[in-house]
């Protein structure tokens, strides 16, 4: 909750400055330990003391020191003032927080994206709305993850004709996600053809699919077909299996 607190805060800096994230956690961490010890409550960024500070036009870190001890004074010396306040008055600074932060061009930008890209987008807010901040964020990054794994999925491994021969083009990442798109490739060529496995862009093939590129080498010659390797600069295809 902290991070994504951050993230937000950190685009509404109007000198696009980047918040050190581990000393952040760090600092938040001591915190924790410390507010636990004496009985008090978890330590959290807060997005919206956050935009009340950069709306007062805050430049430096010593606006959140400020501002916690600003509460610190209040919870100490104007509580009962503080009960005062209408709860309608807080609900809509949050709402009107919340708007800047999640504005409809936002919605309009990310739809016109790519499905893998407002997919998680949508599938994050629909968990969050529907249980918790945590338990909509985690849901949303499986679902990235997903999307993330489909797409190498298909682009890892690419089929196409280069004259007669078949060429099998590995790109990127080659990992056992792609093993078994690569074992159906193989095993649909046609006895006699000519294959060419290009890896001119490929910058790392995963254990389990050199097993599969050894066992076809070796059944290749059994089905008459010519197996040409070519673009492999690293010796990934002469490592022992």
Excluded: W
Aim: no cysteine; glycine share 8%.
């Amino acid at each position: 909750e902290s991070l994504l607190s951050i993230e937000a805060a950190d685009k509404l800096d109007t000198y696009k400055r980047r918040t050190p994230l581990d000393r952040e956690l760090l600092g938040q961490g001591i915190a924790n330990v410390a507010s636990g010890l004496i009985g008090g409550l978890p330590v959290a960024a807060v997005i919206v003391r956050s935009t009340a500070n950069v709306a007062a036009g805050a430049r430096t870190k010593a606006s959140a020191f400020l501002h916690g001890l600003f509460l610190l004074l209040a919870v100490l010396f104007l509580a009962t003032l503080m009960n005062r306040i209408p709860l309608a008055a807080l609900a809509s600074i949050l709402i009107f927080v919340g708007f800047k932060l999640a504005h409809p061009s936002i919605f309009k930008r990310m739809f016109r994206l790519d499905k893998s890209q407002y997919l998680p987008f949508v599938i994050t807010i629909v968990a969050i709305l529907l249980s918790s901040l945590i338990t909509g964020v985690v849901v949303g990054l499986l679902a990235g993850v997903f999307f993330v794994l489909k797409a190498n999925y298909h682009s890892a491994i690419e089929i196409g004709r280069e004259g007669s021969a078949y060429k099998i083009a590995l790109n990127r990442e080659v990992t056992f996600v792609n093993k078994a798109r690569l074992s159906h490739i193989l095993e649909r060529l046609p006895k006699g053809a000519e294959v060419i496995l290009d890896g001119e862009h490929v910058g790392f093939i995963d254990h389990d699919v050199l097993e599969v590129i050894r066992d076809f080498e070796r059944s290749a010659p059994l089905r008459g077909i010519r197996l040409r390797e070519q673009g492999f600069d690293a010796p990934v295809l002469k490592a022992p299996v």
